[in-house]
């Protein structure tokens, strides 16, 4: 099997990557991609889905984000 997908955010460009994480799991390995068009594309394709927002909360219940989309 290999290595798992990582995606997250820079902080600094707010760029979307994936790609492998090295054993430290914060340190990208070599190949990430930018993904940040695709990576919009499919979360506004998902939440359009719901036709309502999409609520996001963290380990203690509270809500950290809500996504809205409005097709045209």
């Known amino acids: 099997m290999g290595k798992k997908l990582h995606v997250g955010c ?12 090295l054993k430290d799991g914060c ?3 070599a190949g990430k991609s930018d993904v940040t068009i695709e990576a919009l594309v499919a979360v506004a394709e998902h939440a359009a889905r719901f ?3 999409v609520e ?17």
């Open 51 to 53: 036709g309502r927002p």
């Open 27 to 29: 340190t990208w390995g």
């Open 56 to 72: 996001i909360t963290g380990p203690d219940g509270k809500l950290e984000y809500r996504i809205t989309v409005e097709a045209f």
């Open 10 to 21: 820079s902080p600094l460009t707010g760029t979307i990557f994936a790609g492998t994480v």
